[in-house]
């Protein structure tokens, strides 16, 4: 009961609100095949972000995953992507237009705020060590009586 | 521990016993195999439009990894493209035991001694492992893979007796037979007496009803799922309708100490370090490492093969063998300061082995977690490939224009977490379970080990 108590307080918890003041970014993205440069972008919560791709040999895109959006560029064309980073977390972008062998797995990642589904797994996964371990105590000890 | 029997449903047993239904599902199996074979070969080299990559890696791999291991065992095995040419060939029949004496042309020799292990499934994981950026991105190529599987079961069955193949060869198998433990269905005898009063032995020589076991088990003699292709010969061919298909428990093998093997705890590893490793390779965002993987033959590339191959046989088993002996020193120390009676701890070796299969369910769970994110983002290139399979510009069903649209992707880091952690709790409680059967203080140091373990594959795909 409460490891379950527990559990749902971890995974439900409300997070607390954002509190730096959110700016305007400009994040410049090159794509080439097969990466994008620089791959990990960290924005803060709340922050209104410009993406420009700029495709460095081929037509790349951008999909933006948790936020469902989409932008492609031409060689030599930069094309942006404005948006409020409005939903905290880590998200993967990868590229929308076949560009390539190893176009399914060109991917970025977009950091936005605190990663919070990571903490509560983390928050999680102890708890379950603590349960089974817990849990197998309370057996073995029944078993001794 | 709680079974029920299925073939006790009215429909079930007819079903099995009949050999219409697995066969036409082999048969369409087989002919989508052979066409994805000629659409790597002369299809488009655009991966994402090629029907070879698009069905076997997005496809299959889905149905495989998420539904068909997790629920049905070795249920692909026993519908599997792969040996049926050469099974068929060696048997001189498609269907029934054929009643002709004519010769046939296979030589039926027996499988060496030296070789009934898995240790060729494992060398063979690994070398496609090695490949797999290649293998899954290049259609030519995975035409070739498959094509080699084919011709080399086909081969098999003429040179060796049964399903030599499958049962010691088939890298896919391999790993399917490893998870298939902890599947919640099982093929086992009703009473063991029956089948140790039954001098024929039917089940293993075959009769007028069917073959005797392909995969070369006596059912009698099952204890886990590992090497029962669940072809249901046996159902067939016992006269005594002893052969039950249970529902059961997940995980239900892993309490069995029985049959535990180093080549299978190898496996263990190698599968859970793949996993770790593709996890980073594929869905991580460092295009140096995936340029790496991709230039096989470069000095990139022998980099990432050795340290790959370091990674799954050495550094992942030499942690683990560490935790398992930190374990055995903690409860050797235990049991000194206790009055206690605790029972002799069995040799590190034994040890190792028996609390690796603690990996068999947290890696199930990785690699559900990493074919997640992979399929779901790529699952929309299905229905275009489907409409035109070459990509020569077809459009059989209409939806050949389907753009590309990555499906849940805001909930897919949802389920990994949850796939994860889960597997890291059945991983955990497995150990604790292994570690019982001499003392239970030796799990700690392999639950942490998990932990950790768990933590990087979380920091790769969710975090």
Known sequence: MTVALAATTIAFAPVPAATVTPVERHIRIEAKSFEYSPAVVTVNSGDRVTLELAATDVVHGLYLDGYDLNVTADPGQPARLTFIADRPGAFRFRCSVTCGPLHPFMIGKLNVGSNWLMLRAVGLAALGIVFVTQRCRGAGAQRNL | ?463
């Open chain 2, 1 to 463: 521990m709680t079974r029920y029997d299925l073939t006790r449903l009215p429909l079930v047993e007819p079903l099995l016993r009949n050999r219409w239904p697995q066969f036409v599902t082999t048969s369409i199996a087989l002919g989508g195999f052979v066409f994805a074979i000629i659409a790597g070969m002369v299809g488009t080299p655009v991966g994402s439009r090629n029907f070879g990559i698009v069905s076997v890696w997005i496809g299959w791999w889905a149905l495989l990894m998420l539904i068909a291991v997790p629920f049905f065992g070795r249920g692909w095995c026993s519908i599997c493209p792969l040996p049926a040419p050469g099974e068929w060939l060696q048997r001189g029949a498609v269907l029934g035991p054929s009643t002709g004496t004519g010769r046939r042309p296979g030589l039926g020799l027996r499988w060496p001694n030296r070789l009934r292990n898995i240790w060729l499934q494992n060398g063979a994981f690994a070398v496609i492992a090695l490949l797999s950026v290649v293998v899954l991105t290049t259609p030519s190529v995975t035409a070739v893979v498959l094509a080699a599987l084919l011709v080399l079961a086909v081969v098999m069955s003429l040179i060796f007796e049964r399903r030599a193949f499958c049962r010691y060869l088939c890298p896919v198998g391999g790993f399917i037979g490893l998870y298939s433990q902890l599947a919640p269905i099982e093929l086992r005898v009703k009473d063991p007496a029956v089948c140790a009063c039954h001098t024929q032995k039917t089940c293993y020589t075959g009769n007028a009803d069917g073959y005797g076991c392909p995969w070369q088990v006596f059912p009698g003699g099952l204890v886990k799922n590992t090497f029962c292709g669940l072809c249901v010969e046996c159902l067939r061919t016992c006269p005594h309708d002893n052969i039950a298909i249970n529902l059961r428990d997940f995980g239900a093998d892993l309490s069995n100490p029985a049959g535990r093997r180093l080549d299978e705890a190898f496996k263990a590893f190698i599968m859970l370090g793949s996993a770790m490793a593709y996890s980073a390779v594929m869905l991580g965002p460092w295009g140096a490492l995936k340029s790496a993987a991709y230039t096989v033959g470069s000095a990139a590339w022998v980099i990432y093969a050795a340290a790959f191959l370091v990674f799954i046989f050495v550094v992942l088993p030499g942690l683990f063998f560490t935790a398992v002996v930190v374990g055995r020193r903690l409860s050797q120390n235990l049991a000194e300061n206790s009055t206690t009676k605790t029972r002799r701890p069995e040799g590190k070796r034994q040890a190792f082995i028996a609390l690796s299969y603690a990996l068999v369910p947290l890696g199930l769970a990785a690699w559900i977690a990493f074919s997640l994110s992979f399929v779901f983002a790529n699952l929309s290139y299905l229905s275009a490939a489907l409409s035109d399979p070459m990509g020569w510009g077809w459009n059989l069903f209409g939806t050949a224009r389907v753009n590309w649209t990555p499906y849940l992707t805001q909930f897919v880091p949802i389920l990994q977490t949850i796939v994860l952690v889960g597997g890291l709790i059945w991983a955990g409680a497995t150990a604790q379970r292994i570690a019982e059967e001499t003392s239970k203080m030796r799990s700690l140091p392999v639950i942490v080990f998990c932990l950790i373990v768990t933590l990087v594959l979380l920091g790769l795909l969710v975090g």
